[in-house]
């Protein structure tokens, strides 16, 4: 009988190339023995462009752009899944494999961790995997959910609790709830040992795109059209806006009466009207706030009716919208979104968890990603967690210093742990040997052993 010798065993290559490919930014970088946010992380623009002079930019080369009005946008993510592989790939080449790329590797001398949304179609998992070992040709892979990445994060340290020494260090956390605020959509996902229990994620279709499609509304009833200036309301959307703590409190202190003047202060003594001055891509390539000057806008609203020439600046005065845009994210019903706010759809998710581990998950609530980076966002989720919990249990929500960075971070710290990643990581030779079909059942666990 013939002797079959047992397959030689593949080692992994010493570079690991981290990506969360989200839909508004691809945060990569590669991964050290001691990794750094600010220097190994780079933000890379997941988007070709076209500016109104039909300049085109792919990924990174939107830094070179000055005129950012009238932008198109070309997205290969939609609602948090990756659709577009042929834009992807232009990026990803531009990016990772041309010679002038900030982040060059040789594929076939590099490992790859690769972030995703959760609960994608197995279809598009599927055809990713393909891409990434059959075009790309990646020596070993690992694909998993981005809110997966954060329990390797130090999470001990957001909550003040003790460090833990030695092999505890390295494992990730036991029990973890991340509530990932993105670009797409919000998800809700609970953990237990560093993996995610699938029946208790929820999702809510409110993410940083639905708030700035939101607000272009508003200015566009309001003010100025604003409909084809997504680039610019997005930035208007990061620099003012703001999650109320009182709601109501706020609506009636920006409330403009009939004589036509604005009752400026909250009732903490801070300015919610603002004026916020458009750029003109010339003196100035980015908006920016200052306090509401009703002086300073008649003047500029008469020079516009006057002979004597434009204003020298365009501004919009911004009352209400400032925080009535992300307070969809706590109220979707405002808008006739039949749709649990935040909230309430952690309370759903826990509702998916045996009740013995609800006191666990309330005191370690991670609050991650780019739009949760709104002043007042953790303080307001906070705040309405605590009214919907069981008074038996301690409710902790923190949030890491780079929201947006967390998941790559957590990639990177797995990745520096050469004994972790040779237990996730699958190799091409294995890709080879078994299929595509094998490949998404062994990531289908979200941390294969």
């Known amino acids: 009988m013939p002797r079959y010798s047992k397959p030689v065993e593949q080692s992994l290559p010493e570079k690991t190339l981290v990506v969360d490919n989200g839909a508004y930014s691809i945060k990569a970088g590669f991964a050290t023995s001691s990794p750094n946010v600010e220097n190994d992380c780079h933000i890379i623009p997941n988007c070709i462009t076209r500016s109104r002079d039909k300049k085109i930019f792919v990924g990174a080369q939107l830094e070179k752009c000055r005129d950012f009005g009238e932008m198109s946008f070309r997205r290969p993510v939609e609602k948090g899944y990756l659709v577009n592989w042929e834009a992807e790939k232009e990026i990803w080449e531009n990016s990772f494999f041309d010679k002038a790329a900030r982040l060059k590797c040789d594929p076939h001398e590099t490992n790859l961790l690769l972030a995703e949304a959760p609960n994608a179609p197995a279809a598009l998992q599927t055809n990713c995997d393909q891409i990434v070992f059959e075009e790309f040709e990646f020596a070993s892979y690992y694909r998993c959910i981005g809110p997966s990445l954060n329990a390797y994060t130090n999470i001990t340290s957001l909550f003040g609790d003790p460090a833990r020494d030695g092999e505890l260090g390295a494992l990730p956390a036991e029990c973890l709830l991340v509530i990932d605020s993105g670009y797409s959509f919000t998800t809700v996902t609970p953990f237990f040992k560093g993996r995610p229990i699938n029946q208790a994620i929820r999702r809510l279709e409110i993410g940083g795109k639905f708030l700035t499609n939101y607000l272009k509304e508003l200015l566009s009833i309001r003010q100025y059209n604003m409909l084809d ?4 309301v997005d930035e208007m959307k990061e620099d003012v806006c703001y999650v109320s703590q009182d709601f109501k409190k706020d609506l009636e202190v920006t409330w403009k009466g009939s004589s036509s003047f604005y009752r400026k202060r909250s009732r903490d003594g801070q300015e919610i009207v603002v004026d916020y001055v458009l750029p003109d891509y010339t003196t100035h390539l980015k908006g920016f706030k ?11 609203k008469m020079s516009v009716l006057s002979s004597a ?3 020298t600046e365009y501004s919009m005065t911004l009352g209400n919208e400032r925080f009535s845009v992300p307070e969809l994210l706590f109220n979707p019903g405002d808008i006739g979104l039949k749709q649990a706010g935040l909230p309430e759809t952690v309370m759903q998710s826990l509702s998916g968890l045996p009740p013995g581990l609800w006191p666990a998950m309330l005191a370690n609530v991670t609050v991650v990603g780019g739009t949760s980076k709104m002043e007042g966002f953790v303080d307001r989720l906070r705040t309405e967690l605590r009214q919907l919990a069981p008074a038996e249990c301690v409710v902790r929500v923190a949030q890491p210093l780079d929201p947006a960075k967390s998941a790559w971070f ?6 520096s742990d050469k004994t972790a990643l040779k237990e996730v990581m699958v190799t091409r030779q294995q890709y080879q040997e078994h299929g595509s079909g094998w490949l998404l059942k062994k990531f289908a666990s979200g941390r294969p052993s």
């Open 229 to 232: 200036e997504t680039y610019l």
């Open 290 to 300: 200052r306090p509401y000057d009703p002086d300073l806008v008649r003047q500029n």
């Open 309 to 311: 020439g434009g204003p």
């Open 410 to 415: 957590g990639g990177a710290v797995l990745s």
